[in-house]
């Protein structure tokens, strides 16, 4: 899959509440790409991937996946795309708290009426370690294991790209590093593109391609 961004710019308010969070961003993501975005608090990293994963639309700007433009899609579609095509990964983790982690997992295969892959699912509850905590309601789980949880719902439906936004920002660095490292191993066993914001120093050197992004402006780091 190839995610190609044109010129995507998001302005929030008007006149002197006026905020430009996103500025004319250009980003060509290919297959397999590894990307990590720093970039300082309310420079506009959130609103950057929300834009890129479709749970958002710019004020102006392109998205295209394998040159299918994506902001003309209705809502309803959009979703639907977003469902197949994109796993999300949330800071706060996002888990439904009266759904089992089983269930929050295989939530975006019953949004679309697809039968659960049971091989695959404990496939990726062992690669996560999280198999002996299915039958378990979130709030029964560390902050690390239900990062994890969240991780699996993000790949059931098994997507080719993964976004996620700042995933170790609520553990400590212990979970945070073990959720790094199975981020990076599923990523390189399943070939899954993965754009991960970060504030990290450590977790953005890991990335192939290094973006930063300061008011709203998006560059990309050279390697040397
Ligand atoms: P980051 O994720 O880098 O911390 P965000 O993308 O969340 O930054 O926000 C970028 C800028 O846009 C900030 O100035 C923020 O206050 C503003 N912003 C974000 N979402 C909204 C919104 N829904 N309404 C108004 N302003 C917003
Ligand atoms: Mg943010």
Known sequence: MRIQA???SKVYGSGENQVVALNQADLDIHQGDFISIMGPSGSGKSTLLHLLSGLDRPTSGSLTYDGKEIYTLPDKE?????????????????????LTARENILMPLLLDKKQPDEGYLNRLSELLGIKDRLSHLPHELSGGQQQRVAIARSLIAR?????????????????????????????????????????????????QRKLTIMDGVLSEVNGI
């Open 159 to 207: 997507p080719e790209v993964i976004f996620a936004d700042e995933p170790t920002g609520n553990l400590d660095s212990r979970s945070g590093g073990e959720v790094m490292e199975m981020l990076k191993g599923i990523r390189e066993e399943m070939g899954k593109t993965l754009v991960i914001i970060t504030h990290d120093s450590r977790i953005a050197e890991m990335a």
């Open 6 to 8: 044109k010129q995507l």
């Open 78 to 98: 959009l979703s639907a795309f977003r469902r197949r095509k994109i796993g999300f990964i949330f800071q706060q983790f996002n888990l439904l708290p009266v």
